[in-house]
């Protein structure tokens, strides 16, 4: 062998994770795969091309040769493009552009070659639209690069943020968290469409070397920004078990992205006639109605502890792909709270930034009033989804399943029920300006007032009720042509999928909203 190609080989090696035996086992007694082993399992076989792989930290002037090839390999940033879920879409929609910070290289720090690498890469996914997959554990910047001293001094002049924050709304941008993620990688995980994190994650903006160097007291890393609370305030969308699930829910997000899924199952359509009870006032799960309705496993749900009282994702139907967005009954009788209006929301620019059809299943007796909602800013929480909502150019389908009251159905509607592709209700649907029995309360006060026998009373306000009752009841509402149709829960599938075929498609390139806001 050449000499050359030998000393090309040898440095190589030093990047592959049988030859540093070390880094590997420390990642194992944490239960954590590597860097290069999460981008190996997200890639296709053999698809991953590597770019920058021969850095190494800026650290020469302290450091021997030797010893910056064996411990800080590709500077601890692994990048380059392959495909995902290339069996399923094919080459041309699958290919991908990852990044993976290397905890196993100085803390997963961002030095000044990977800040380098990393302005490269960015450069390439937005030429060529690349979805980007972020591996983003690792402490933030790293003060110890002093070969970069005469270059840059606080380097404030940085690309990589900006760059990085101008792909959201261009391309899918997936963060994957699992350990520690703090200041520099948490601002850069911060920007993604959706951030998936292992139950051993912590995120913060300032790491505990920060935190401490403010003057804010001395903590632990795993004190700081743990899973149970940055999955109820809303910043991790998706919680997993371990590596390997976040690596498998990294490709299933990305799939919906790619196009239709060649192949399918779906459950029988029957069982959604039973799915809501007869008893008005019975909750039921919203879930296993979204479950029933798409293909079998297609159903992903982000922030399932944040804004309870909604529920969003991502489903298949017949293979293609919706977002979702759907009223839980289950909290607070399906009401809109200022959090589940954001989640909302953010799910409709999440569809008109990619291309996605939008399903909305409603069950909703309004927005939720009260002084101390007022204190969480509901009036301008709530109205995002009529700003957003009216800006949607992608296909928007809503079916009421039961509730559908005042503004919040409408909101849920995209603003009206004229302003859907096609709103479509089940039998079981009652609608209304507000719920019918505070609406005979506050309409019809003077006249019980005036009952003094309470018996009598009670007959006049049951009359009242069933007389409303009657006249909001889906039938006779689509006779009014507020809705377009009532519709067998059996055939919503085939309503939708028609609706899909007839809907003028989406115009991506020229969204109602040019970015998918971090919040």
């Known amino acids: 062998m050449r000499p050359e190609l030998a000393e090309m080989r040898e440095r190589h090696g030093f990047l592959l994770d049988e030859n540093r035996p070390d880094a590997v086992a420390r990642r194992q007694q944490k239960n954590q795969q590597t860097a290069r082993a999460n981008v190996t399992a997200l890639c296709d076989t053999d698809s991953f091309i590597e770019y920058g792989g021969l850095a190494v930290a800026a650290q020469r002037g302290r450091r021997s040769a030797e010893d910056l090839i064996a411990k800080t390999p590709a500077d601890g940033l692994i990048a380059g493009i392959g495909t995902v879920n290339n069996d399923l879409i094919g080459e041309e929609k699958s290919r991908c552009m990852v990044m993976a910070y290397d905890y196993t290289v100085l803390a997963g720090t961002q030095g000044y070659f990977n800040h380098k690498k990393m302005d490269r890469m960015l450069k390439l996914a937005h030429e060529q639209r690349l979805p980007l997959v972020l591996f983003a554990e690792g402490g933030g910047g790293r003060p110890g690069d002093v070969d970069a001293i005469g270059v840059m001094t606080a380097g404030l ?77 809303g910043v991790v969308d998706i919680e997993v078990a371990d590596d390997a699930a976040a690596v498998n829910t990294a490709r299933q997000y990305l799939s919906y992205f790619q196009g239709r899924a060649p192949q399918w199952e779906a459950d029988d359509q029957d069982l959604l006639r039973d799915l809501i009870p007869e008893n008005k006032k019975q909750p039921y799960d919203v879930r296993a109605v979204i479950q029933a309705m798409a293909d079998r496993n297609s159903f992903l749900e982000l922030r399932p502890k944040f804004g309870p009282g909604m529920v969003t994702g991502f489903v298949r139907v017949e293979g293609r792909p919706f977002g979702v967005i759907a009223n839980n009954c289950m909290h607070m009788a399906g009401a809109i709270e200022a959090e589940g209006a954001d989640k909302a929301a953010r799910m409709m620019q999440l569809c008109q930034a990619h291309g996605l059809p939008v399903l909305s299943l409603c069950d909703t007796p309004g927005f939720m009033v009260g002084p101390e909602m007022e204190k969480r800013a509901q009036v301008r929480h709530v109205c995002r989804m009529f700003v957003v909502g009216s800006h949607l150019t992608v296909p928007y389908f809503t079916v009421v399943l039961r509730r559908g009251y005042g503004l919040g159905v409408m909101a849920m509607a995209k603003g009206g029920f004229h302003e859907s592709f096609f709103t479509a209700a089940w039998p079981t649907g009652e609608f209304g300006a507000m719920g019918i029995e505070g609406a005979i309360k506050a309409g019809f006060k003077k006249e019980l007032a005036a009952i003094e026998d309470p018996g009598a009373r009670d007959q006049f306000y049951n009359q009242m009720v069933n007389e409303l009752y009657q006249r909001g009841k889906a039938i006779n509402i689509a006779s009014y042509l507020e809705l377009d149709a009532v519709i067998d829960p059996a055939d919503t599938r085939q309503w939708i999928m028609r609706g899909i075929k007839s809907a003028p498609p989406s115009k991506p390139d020229t969204p109602g909203h040019a970015f998918v806001d971090p919040w």
């Open 157 to 233: 002049d940085l690309s990589t943020f900006a760059a990085f924050a101008g792909l959201s709304g261009r391309v899918p941008l997936v963060g994957v968290v699992s350990g520690p993620c703090f200041a520099g990688n948490a601002a850069l995980l911060g920007c993604c469409d959706v951030i998936i994190a292992t139950k051993n994650s912590n995120i913060g903006m300032g790491g505990p070397v920060m935190i401490e160097g403010g003057g804010l007291g001395v903590f632990k890393p795993e004190e700081i920004g743990p899973i149970d609370v940055q999955t109820k305030n």
